[in-house]
Nanobody
Framework: QVQLVESGGGLVQAGGSLRLSCAAS????????MGWYRQAPGKQRESVAT??????TYYANAVKGRFAISRDNANTVYLQMNSLKPEDTAVYYCNAYDSRRTLYWGQGTQVTVSS
């Protein structure tokens, strides 16, 4: 079983920046891809960014050029969010796959961008 613990959410003004962190622990299996999703009130959860074990990245069109996903080891992932907009307001969730392709989710962290 993998546990994902997120941190770094909060309240920021439009145009500001936040950095989210997510640390995975608890399993002897290797973590492969990790990523971030978000869910705004009344909307479906959507993918924001993903990074593979090899470092390949994917970004949703809405955040390209403003957000950057990175990993500093196999089990910790970051999301640097710049030029934040009110429409970025959401609960942000970290997820991760292990080597058996089991998907795990974090508990979520609130990001609120004021106009």
């Amino acid at each position: 079983q993998v546990q994902l613990v997120e941190s770094g959410g909060g309240l920021v003004q439009a145009g500001g920046s936040l950095r989210l962190s997510c640390a995975a622990s608890g399993s002897s299996l290797s973590i492969t891809a990790m990523g971030w999703y978000r869910q705004a009130p009344g909307k479906q959860r959507e993918s924001v960014a993903t990074i593979t074990l090899g470092g390949s990245t994917y970004y949703a069109n809405a955040v390209k050029g403003r957000f950057a996903i990175s990993r500093d080891n196999a089990n910790t992932v970051y999301l640097q969010m710049n030029s934040l907009k009110p429409e970025d307001t959401a609960v942000y969730y970290c997820n991760a796959y292990d080597s058996r392709r089991t998907l795990y989710w974090g508990q979520g962290t609130q990001v609120t961008v004021s106009s």
